[in-house]
């Protein structure tokens, strides 16, 4: 008897995009604020069940849609050199909610979230963290910051620029947060 076939993940990935593609839509149209999962699902062309069953909510939803082209999974800046790393960082997310629709997104999923932490506080803390370990494995455990340092000296400023000011993410922000953070 041979073993079941494993599915490759093209049907789950095509609902995937499907999905991703119908909150962006729907966001752009009618503003996050007013996305439901079963007009995503509607626009998906999916049952919403399965939007339910993989995020729970709305807000869940559209924190997972605000930051899935951060992949947890991808490479961080590793240069050796924590003011590079923490600036090439930095500069990512800076780009990514430089998007209007980016910063949409993250809007009206930090304001539905509540007292949940999102996907996009979970993710940042958890790349803060393997930078600043990268830095301390170096340098016989020493660093001039921490991970909750990083969080409120990069990443706070960053969110609530894309949140409240967006027009006020320049390509410059990264490297003056990172200057006030590790100052010379």
């Known amino acids: 008897m041979s073993a079941p076939a ?9 609902v995937l995009s499907a999905i991703r593609y119908a909150v962006e839509d729907l966001v752009r149209e009618r503003g996050a604020e ?3 999962i ?26 997972d849609i605000a930051t899935y082209r951060l992949d947890p999974e991808r490479p961080l800046p590793d240069s050796g050199d924590l003011r590079a790393d923490l600036a090439a960082w930095a500069a990512e ?14 809007r009206g999923g930090s304001a539905m979230a509540g007292e949940q932490e999102t996907d996009c506080l979970r993710n940042r803390r958890a790349e803060a963290l393997l930078i600043v370990e990268r ?6 455990g020493a660093s001039p910051v921490g991970a909750d340092e990083v969080i409120d000296g990069l990443i706070a400023p960053i969110v609530y620029r894309a949140i409240f000011l967006p027009w006020t993410l320049d390509a410059d922000l990264a ?3 990172v200057d006030r953070l590790l100052p010379q």
Request: hydrophobic fraction near 40%.
């Open 93 to 106: 997310i800076v780009e990514h909610y430089r998007k209007p629709l980016n910063a949409s997104i993250l």
């Open 135 to 140: 830095v301390r494995q170096a340098n016989d």
């Open 175 to 177: 490297t003056r947060l």
């Open 34 to 36: 007013k996305v439901t």
């Open 6 to 14: 494993r599915r490759t993940g093209g049907r789950s990935a095509a």
């Open 38 to 63: 079963p007009m995503v699902a509607e626009r998906a062309g999916v049952n919403p069940t399965s939007i339910y069953r993989r995020w729970g909510d709305a807000p869940a939803l559209l924190n």
